[in-house]
Structure formats: structure tokens, C-alpha cells
């Protein structure tokens, strides 16, 4: 079974940056995509951006220009650093990992975005 623990979140002001960390363990499984979600009161979750062995990075086009998605899946690792903050980028953010298993959810990790 894989498991996912995410760090990194916190409060910062209006164009401000944080950097999200996440490391998947518990499994021999093979990973082979790895991303990001987050979720705003009241909202659905979103996709932001993800890693996949072979393909590279893709982003949601909110994310393309402030946020950078990188790490390995091999290495079982994905990082997310966002920068130029909103308020609007408010949210639990969810680091998810695909496997032969089916998708795995991280336990979320709050990010404020508030003066």
C-alpha cells in the first residue's frame, strides 16, 4: 500500500513563495505519475500540476506561469513550489501517486495566503 506524507504548507502574504514536499513509501509498487491537487472551501478539487515517468511535467493553466512541479518518480518524491501567491490560491493541497494499484491520496497540507 502506498503512502504519501506531504509538508511544506503554512500562512504567507500576497507574493509571497512556499516550496511543498512530498514522499511516497510502503510499497515496491511502480509509480509512475505523481502530482499535485488542492482544494478551496466550498470548492471542488482541482488538478494543479503533475510529474509522469516518461512524459515529463504538465500544470493546469492557472499554474503554468507562477508554479514549478518537479521531482522523480522513481525516487518516489514530488516537490511544488509556488510562487507569486494569491489569496485565491487558498487551499488543502493533496499530493496524490498513480500506481498499478490505482491512485493514492496524501493526508493534505493547509497553504494561507493572507495579509
Known amino acids: 500500500q502506498v503512502q504519501l506524507v506531504e509538508s511544506g504548507g503554512g500562512l504567507v502574504q500576497p507574493g509571497g513563495s512556499l516550496r511543498l514536499s512530498c514522499a511516497a513509501s510502503g510499497t515496491t509498487l511502480r509509480i509512475h505519475s505523481m502530482g499535485w491537487y488542492r482544494q478551496a472551501p466550498g470548492e471542488q478539487r482541482e488538478w494543479v500540476a503533475s510529474?509522469?515517468?516518461?512524459?515529463?511535467?504538465r500544470y493546469a493553466n492557472y499554474a503554468k506561469d507562477r508554479f514549478t512541479i518537479s521531482g522523480d518518480t522513481a525516487e518516489r518524491t514530488v516537490y511544488l513550489q509556488m510562487n507569486e501567491l494569491r489569496p485565491e490560491d487558498t487551499a488543502v493541497y493533496y499530493c496524490?501517486?498513480?500506481?498499478?494499484?490505482?491512485?493514492?491520496w496524501g493526508q493534505g497540507t493547509q497553504v494561507t495566503v493572507s495579509s
Open positions: 510529474i509522469n515517468s516518461g512524459s515529463g511535467s
Open positions: 496524490m501517486a498513480d500506481s498499478s494499484r490505482g491512485r493514492t
